[in-house]
């Protein structure tokens, strides 16, 4: 006797070897023995053969018109043997009977099972549904196979470029569309973006650096909403100055400008003056909430993506030929000694007589031509004067820094601007450190340290950038940390460092802002009115979110500085490059600011020069492969900036001679105008540049 049963979900035949009870032992056309209870038992059989029954009742399967087999079953609950009956038109044989419960097993969108051998009909509403799915299904593997042979051919098809960049980034793994990718990708042995890249789906390698970073950061675009305006206060008494500020040329969005006022031969006057959009803006309205979202301005070469609207920044930006509203900071100097005779702080509006541009200005106001008073530009007189008062300051930040335990600053680096303009890049060494630079960065850092002063005691929170005095290793007691409270900044030598000089481009210093102009309005009771009290909890968020943004941003501008790097590379058509050491088997070119790791490489001293050839980079993933050709006999006597202990790299190919960093460790981070200057220790992987901000925006 043979049984066809029913094992795990799956149907078999064999022959009965013996039976005890309720139990067969049965064994299977492989060999296989098995034990077999009653319940499964769907038919017992004598001929034909096991094998030949399955083989012959998968084939009866195909053959049997489930439609019509729909249709006689009706709406109740039956057996096989029952349908099999009204199906035939005779009580079904074993093939016929067994090819009959393979068909209703395999059609599960017509016939629902009921139990062993039992099944109920589909309703008619569900069954057209599902017959629809299923030739849905059909069509879309049709569409799909479509894509996948277009993709191979490295055409994108049309319906992909409605998709944008989606497939990419936030994909919707049940289309079709990205299972088209993933399967083009798989045969093609290409990752996704590569294989759009390759077929027009993406422009470019800089337009999938820059789509990725919108995604994740500007879900709904980087536009703005349409916003009422604030319009600016009438009320504000006019300040009796010629100011000027110092930019880089592509700068829109001016927060910052300088006066000089003589009083008398010996006493001088020095105005520090920051845009005032605290006086439009109020906490949780509408543009506030704008600015928050962003919490800064987003800078890459060539671009720029604003905190605030272009309509609000031309409002508040401290343009030439306009007054404006500002908070200044006035430092009476006595100019026999340069000490610090008196501070006043002041809500108002300030005339503006000149944008002056570092690249008119650069060549021309160089420390040898202040010295020997040569050179005509507008300015000479205020600019000479202010730069003698900032060495002194230097000075003073020194030793104040040298009191914490802590070595001079170094000022012999080197930065680098970088300036795009119809997709070709110019990066431009600039020395840290030059006049004009130093101006600014130093009267920014004595604003920001004075205001600092100003909240704490007017017993109000602000948002301060603290350094030292931590816990941990030397490392962790430097990292530069935001805090709201007043503490020292170790690195720039200040008692307390409050940002407030950028309030067009940093949500942080339009909030303390806010705090400012309330202490100079309402003095001894500006606890009492300030927008942030102590212990906001507000506050808190601010300074956790602006860390998360600003440290998303400095990455962003950080890749897109690298990969504007190896554009340069083609572009200049480089083959070989020179490097400085930076440090063990890190090295950067000397022409830019490309750090690469080079393992194996010769113990060499920091500052040595090697020679290097270009073998192939790659702007998608900002890798680059190099060979050391030759160590140079020169070295650098820049002071260089060493490449983070944690730097991500990317190893290529084992026979090649280069692992090589994914980040571009660059100076030229957008933070303020105000220069917090680096600290630099020796040995040290430290590296804040708190302030340095050529205020540059990238764009031509």
Known sequence: MNLFFEESGDFKAGSVLSQAGEAYQVELASGKRTKVKAKDVLLQFTAPTPQELL??????????????????????????AELGAEYFGHAPQAVEAAGLILALHGAPFYFYKKGRGRYKAAPETALKAALAGIEKKKQQAVIQAA???ELKQLRLPEQFKSLGLQLLFKPDKNSIEYKALVEACSAMQMNPARLMLASGGLKSAKDFHLSKFLLEHFPKGSGFPQIALPSLPQDLPVADVRAFSIDDVTTTEIDDALSITHIDDHTVKVGIHIAAPALGIQRNDAVDLMARARMSTVYMPGDKITMMPDSLVDIYTLGEGQTRPAVSLYVTVNMSDWSILSTETKVEA???AANLRHNELDALVTEENLANDAGDYPHKADIALLWKWVQVLEAGRMAKRESFGLKPEQTNRVDFNFYVEDDVVSIVRRKRGAPLDKIVAELMILANSTWGKLLADHGIPGIYRAQGGGSGGWAAKMQVRMVTHAAPHQGLGVDQYAWSTSPLRRYTDLVNQWQIIACVQHGVTAALVAPFKPKDADLFAIVSGFDAAYAAYGDFQTNMERYWCLRWLGQEKRQQVDAVVLKD?????????????LPGMPQMARGAQVRLEVIRWDELDLSIEVRLLEMLATSTDEDLEEAPEDEVVDQVAPETELIESDVAHSLTTEVDGDQDLALQESNSVVDLAEGLDPKSDGAM
């Open 350 to 352: 300030v005339p503006i």
């Open 55 to 80: 083989e012959q009742a998968k084939q009866q399967s195909t053959e049997i018109d489930l439609e019509f087999l729909w249709e006689v079953a009706g709406q109740e609950e039956f057996g096989f």
């Open 585 to 597: 088997e890190v090295l950067r070119l000397l022409e830019i600011p490309l750090i690469i790791r």
């Open 147 to 149: 894509y996948v042979e």
